[in-house]
């Protein structure tokens, strides 16, 4: 068996070479791991994808070969034992430095593991007073500190100003979080509470949210009888709020055009009481059939799961709908911390996806009745994928208007739109905007 961080060294070479999301390989390459060395390749792979570009900057800082003249499996490994040297305080030194050198001997040659062992010594003497990146230009130093792509640097600078932009860069960088809520279809806050301090989790419950929990750590929440038994869900707050936005109600017919993996679903029927009729679509059959599978653990009855695109009109379903949940497909620039390589996306591509966001909606709009009510969201901060994407479909479609809602925590949305951010809320980055279908 691979140690953890060859494993982390692979992973990395896969995701420069191919693409391959780092999720879905280390989920394979840990398989047979035991739960400390797949944390320590988790921790190693998503630590170096989320400071690649500040650890580029520190190794060439005591490279005599500028960084990009480095073999490309060398640079990956040094990466990795300067991660472990800067972050990983309860590795000793030593094992950093000597493991990295090994990686480097097995997988390029013995005169690149002297070159290696050369670079980390040197990181190591200065660790009390590491280099400073240049403050100058504004959009480098942001982009090389927080290692976060130049051109989404540049749009949040003009959205939020330097320090706006720094603030959330930095939020970037820092753990998420845990949150989940409560299914009250099964059981009260209270009482979920006290399962997990009998099942050793250690949990409490949200400052605004009354259903909903934060973990102090994740020990034991994933192996938990309460989570087997469908009694809560682990969900962001912001996903929670863009329901909660929604408000369906008992004997509601609601849809959910992008279901998967169906957490705002479940969420909706529990508002409806399991009274009613919830729709939940995606465009994978395994994906609704797990949606499916989830709603019976969840003691749900009211939800059907049916496969489905979203951005192809169903004729049989226009003007059917009370309320619409309207998840779009996005750049998921708003969950960076979650998935550091999602940094990694080409801005350029970008570009494609609000046209079939805007078709999406559009037939969210057609399937509401008169009088009908939908959110549409979104888990990124661009304004292409958002406002923009809102006030294209309203200026082509009279019968909405957006309509302002309260929010938990947040506060009242006056413009019926609002954009949740990391270092602000402290959710996911998140945009939703409530829209209103005249009556006749």
């Known amino acids: 068996m691979l140690s953890a961080r060859e494993t982390a060294l692979r992973a990395l070479i896969a995701f420069r070479r191919e693409g391959a999301w780092p999720d879905l390989y280390l989920k394979k390459a840990c398989g047979d791991m035991r739960g400390e060395e797949a944390a320590l390749t988790a921790n190693l792979t998503y630590g170096v994808l989320q400071n690649r570009a500040w650890l580029d900057f520190l190794i060439g800082q005591f490279s005599a070969r ?96 330097f320090d706006g932009c720094e603030a959330l860069l930095r939020a970037d960088n820092t753990p998420a979080p845990a949150t989940a809520r409560v299914n009250t279809l099964k059981i009260s806050r209270g009482a979920l509470l006290a399962r997990f301090s009998k099942e050793g989790i250690s949990a409490g419950s949200h400052p605004y949210l009354p259903n909903a929990v934060v973990f102090d750590t994740m020990k034991g929440v994933l192996g938990s009888a309460a989570l087997a038994q469908g009694l809560f869900y682990i969900q962001d707050i912001a996903s ?135 959110v549409y969201s979104t888990c990124t901060v661009l304004k292409e994928e958002n406002e923009g994407v809102v006030e294209r479909f309203l200026a082509s479609h009279p019968a909405f208007s957006l309509c302002p809602f309260d929010m938990p925590g947040v506060g009242r949305a006056e413009e019926g739109m609002v954009t949740l951010w990391p270092h602000i809320h402290g959710t996911d980055g998140f945009f939703m905007a409530k829209l209103e279908k005249a009556r006749g």
């Open 66 to 161: 500028p960084v990009e003249k480095l073999t490309p499996q060398v640079l990956d490994a040094l990466r990795l034992g300067a991660y472990q040297l800067i972050f990983l305080t309860r590795i000793p030194h030593s094992a950093a430095v000597h493991e990295t050198v090994e990686l480097v001997k097995k997988t390029a040659s013995p005169a690149a593991a002297g070159y290696a062992n050369g670079v980390l010594r040197a990181l190591q003497r200065n660790l009390g007073h590491l280099p400073e990146v240049p403050r100058r230009p504004e959009l480098d130093y942001l982009s090389v500190r927080y290692s976060h792509p130049k051109w989404f640097v540049g749009k949040m600078n003009k959205r939020l100003g």
């Open 240 to 374: 929670q709020l863009c329901v909660e936005a929604l408000a369906p109600r008992p004997g509601e017919t609601v849809f959910d055009l992008c279901a998967a993996p169906g957490g705002k679903s479940m969420l909706a029927a529990q508002m409806m009481e399991d009274r009613g009729s919830l729709l939940s679509m995606d465009l994978y059959p395994h994906k609704s059939d797990l949606i499916a599978q989830n709603a019976r653990t969840y003691g749900i009855t009211c939800l059907q799961a049916i496969p489905s695109d979203a951005s192809v009109l169903k004729e049989a379903l226009v003007g059917r709908a009370d309320a619409v949940i309207c998840d779009v497909p996005c750049s998921g620039m708003g969950v960076i911390r979650k998935k550091p390589d999602v940094r990694y996306k080409d801005g350029d591509q970008i570009k494609e996806l609000p046209p079939l966001q805007l078709s999406i909606l559009e037939n969210a709009g057609n399937y509401l009745k008169p009088g009908g009510r939908l």
